[in-house]
């Protein structure tokens, strides 16, 4: 192949393809340039004067290469792998490092088999990384354990690219014994370790970085910032469902621009298809004031370098033939997408078939619980205080607020107030687990509402100010075999079914993206505050690795002291 590379080059033979006339992002040099862009198999060969089998006009249009998404984890796209991406792939996304660790934590390593032969016959490069934290800590109920020796048997193969965030941040701080060995065991592989390090700074970040760890996702301050990257970390700006955080875009100078990745981490269905992927992070990063090349250049040769993808990421000679041709730098709307040097999708939509979906039986019924009644949902509080969970919008920190309530009859009220049930009903192995607390602020009124996606263990987590309907929402789920619920008192039923891992659709794309938006609309008629997102905002509020009050199966959970909590306050 390099003969034909080098031939194409020179002139001798001919390039398979030229995108003629382009201007193009020399990311290098963080400049617009010109000319004839030259491609032979799977390869860049020339920019220049060149003339080529199939030839694209590229005048007026603007040639980047591909986008590269530097932390996401499938699953929240609620999309098998195949659909996931036949929205992201014409929207200009080429690769993706791919964590599963939300199937892995309800499947185990079956979860991960999974994605990796979904992905194998897809136009996206999916780089896997072995889920580091199954469960995230161990104090919560998941369907699957990664213990180090785990991590010792699996990193080692060809199919894990790098192991996944490492969310266990006090457990990499304290040295614990089998975090060390999941650490050991990736250095001992050559595989990158992707980081997860909620405001930690100090001694504490010099320790977490004493892991090997190269990135982290979940920065929220200037000075937060600064400290990671002198100290040699990669920083994630991330743009999910969820997850916001873009606006730390303001930080980045020319002196440290280098070190900025962009990534979604979740991103559901609705939003791709609507909003786009890294395309829309770029379009609201531009409006926010950053240079298009430097903002195209975070997401591509900077995620390329800093997970070594050699080849990747610019546009040069030998280098892959991953590009995006775009209207201008400040829409970022794809008119053709090249993958390997082949077209695969042009003016948004995909030119390859995903209706052949793979579909093993280990990723199917993972819904395990008993019957659930009304009675199971009393919360029963010693005083007239106590503690409830908060959470603003755009994030996935939620804080602690202490409320004035009543009890009736020996179970907390909050029918006619702002306050509301939440409850974490374990669903992997019948453990009768359930974790009740306040929530305060969410806005939903009359039933219950839940869902099988619960960061980062993915057990039932359900809403509510009715008993009954919390009851009803959870064995709805369980008949559905997992996905998303809402139950008005009136006992009327809404849902969404999420059959694979209680996480994922089997189904199209488009049609999934239609029903959740309407399951969707129904949760902000029920009261829901618009500015939160529904259904995925709740799926976070048991991540206990996420300050600051969280409820997991077996209880609350006060993370800044890592530890369980009374309600009572």
């Known amino acids: 192949m390099i003969e034909k590379y080098i031939n194409a080059a020179s002139g001798k033979t001919q390039a398979d393809v030229v995108l003629k006339n382009a201007s193009y992002a020399d990311v290098f040099c963080g400049v617009i340039r010109k000319g004839d862009i030259a491609v032979a198999g799977d390869k860049i060969v020339g920019i220049g004067n060149y003339s080529g089998r199939e030839e694209i006009d590229c005048s007026g249009l603007t040639v980047l290469p591909g986008y590269i998404d530097g932390h996401v984890h499938i699953e929240s796209s609620q999309l098998s792998p195949e659909e996931f991406a036949s929205l992201i792939v014409p929207r200009g996304t080429t690769a993706i490092i791919a964590d599963p660790h939300e199937i892995t934590n309800v499947c185990g390593t079956a979860g991960c088999d999974y994605i990796l032969k979904a992905s194998a016959n897809i136009p996206l490069d999916v780089k896997l990384q072995l889920p580091s934290c199954v469960p995230a800590t161990p104090f919560e109920t998941s369907g699957a354990v990664l213990g180090g020796k785990d991590v010792e048997e699996n990193i080692v193969k ?42 930690v700074g100090g001694n504490a970040l010099n320790a977490y970085l004493c892991g090997g760890i190269v990135t982290d996702h979940e920065c929220n301050s200037e000075d937060e910032i600064a400290e990671k990257i002198s100290k040699g970390m990669y920083v994630h700006i991330r743009h999910g469902s969820s997850t916001h955080n873009l606006s730390n875009a303001k930080y980045i100078t020319p002196s440290n621009m280098r070190r900025f990745l962009v990534c979604t981490d979740d991103r559901h269905a609705a939003d791709l298809k609507d909003k786009g992927h890294i395309d829309d992070a770029l379009r609201k990063l531009v409006e926010g004031g950053l240079d298009p090349v430097v903002a195209v250049t975070c997401a591509t040769l900077n995620a390329a370098e800093c997970y070594g993808l050699k080849f990747r990421g610019a546009i040069a000679p030998f280098y892959l033939a991953d590009l995006t041709v775009v209207d201008n730098l400040k829409n970022f709307n794809a008119k053709y997408v090249f993958k390997d040097g082949k077209l695969v999708a042009k003016d948004g939509k995909p030119l390859f078939d995903t209706s052949s979906r793979y579909l093993p039986k280990d990723v199917l019924n993972t819904v395990h619980i008993k019957n659930l009644v009304p009675d199971d949902f009393i919360l029963k509080i010693n005083g007239n205080k106590a503690k409830a969970m908060t959470i603003e919008a755009g994030g996935v920190v939620t804080g602690c607020e202490i409320v004035e309530v009543k009890n009736v009859g020996g179970d907390v009220a909050v029918k006619g107030t702002d306050i509301l049930k939440l409850a974490v009903v374990e669903r992997h192995k019948m453990t009768g687990n359930i974790g009740r607390g306040l929530f305060k602020g969410y806005g939903f009124k009359g039933g219950a509402m839940g869902i099988t996606i619960a960061h980062d263990s993915h057990n039932i987590i359900l809403l509510g100010d009715d008993n009954a309907a919390m009851a009803k929402a959870g064995n709805v789920l369980k008949e559905i075999g997992g996905g998303m619920v809402i139950v008005e008192s009136s006992g009327k039923v809404h849902s969404l079914t999420l059959d694979i891992g209680g996480l994922m659709s089997s189904r199209d794309a488009e049609s999934l993206q239609r029903d959740s938006k309407a399951i969707i609309e129904r949760a902000y008629a029920m009261g829901v505050d618009r500015r939160l997102e529904a259904f995925m905002s709740l799926a976070f509020l048991s991540l206990a690795v996420i300050p600051k009050l969280k409820l997991v199966d077996k209880g609350l959970f006060d993370v800044e002291k890592f530890a369980f909590t009374n309600i009572e306050a």
Do not use: C, Q, T
């Open 158 to 199: 060809d199919e894990f690219f790098g192991l996944g965030e490492f969310m266990n941040y006090p457990g990499v701080i304290n040295a614990d014994p089998d975090v060390l060995k999941k650490l050991e065991a990736a250095h001992a592989a050559g595989k990158i370790i992707d980081g997860h390090a909620p405001a």
